[in-house]
């Protein structure tokens, strides 16, 4: 079975300083993708970034990046300088070969970041 | 950019009602997804649509059925709605095809709201 782990449900960063929300994974998949959402107040789920299992470089995307240990089976979302229209609640996601036909994401609990000015 | 709508932000309804959700996406993706999110529960995925008229059962279809007449919406049905199903319903989609299986991120739409008295 697969399972993603937020250990962290809230988390405060002042403005300008990075942060580090963790997530943590199961799965017996050897292929498999990680991807991190973030969901602001308005409810919508905005896709982030992209891990694959295989990639040699953690993914980067901006702002964002992935602190991937593929050994540690963490996948750990960085937001650096950060903004106050980061303050969200972000969700870890993965999808490996045992989703099947559906290619469902399995989702963690989510972390609520607030980030003060 | 990818644009995914839902009929409505907001929903009432008493129980015993039936209920549809509307889910129309401009993409022309041929996943679909229905997911109910809960707090302290993530997400989890209700029906999958693969293509027109397919659809197969998520972690969670008791108590829901959905349609895919067109390739670009897909509704969520709730047949007697039951206040257990409080909840937010998010629609999502993606593109399909065996490659780049795992990678392929999910676009949500802003979610609805749904209070079941």
């Known amino acids: 079975a697969q399972k993603i782990t937020q250990t962290q449900p809230g988390m405060f960063v002042q403005e300008k300083e990075a942060v580090t929300l963790d997530c943590t994974y199961d799965t017996s998949d050897q292929s498999y993708g990680l991807f991190w959402y973030k969901q602001p107040s308005s409810g919508e789920m905005i896709f982030l970034i992209y891990q694959g299992s295989y990639d040699e470089q953690n993914a980067t995307e901006g702002r964002y990046s992935l602190n991937f240990q593929k050994a540690r089976k963490s996948a750990n979302l960085v937001i650096s300088a950060s903004q106050l229209g980061d303050s969200a609640m972000y969700f870890c996601?993965?999808?490996?070969?045992?989703?099947?036909?559906?290619?469902?994401?399995?989702f963690g609990q989510g972390t609520t970041l607030q980030v003060k000015p | 950019d990818v644009k995914v709508t839902q009929s409505s932000r907001y929903l009432v309804k008493r129980t015993g009602e039936k209920v549809f959700l509307e889910c129309v996406q401009d993409?022309?993706?041929?996943?679909m997804f229905w997911y109910r999110q809960d707090p302290g529960l993530g997400l989890r995925l209700i029906y999958f649509s693969y293509d027109v008229k397919m659809k197969e059962k998520g972690d969670i279809p008791e108590g829901y059925s959905v349609s895919r007449e067109k390739k670009e919406r897909f509704s969520l049905i709730l047949e007697s709605a039951s206040t257990n199903q409080t909840s937010m319903y998010l629609c999502?989609?993606?593109?399909?095809?065996?490659?780049?299986?795992?990678?392929?991120?999910?676009?949500f739409g802003p979610g609805t709201r749904l209070l079941v008295l």
């Open positions: 993409m022309d993706h041929e996943n």
């Open positions: 999502a989609s993606s593109s399909g095809g065996q490659g780049g299986f795992l990678r392929r991120a999910q676009y």
């Open positions: 996601a993965m999808r490996g070969r045992g989703s099947g036909n559906t290619g469902k994401l399995i």
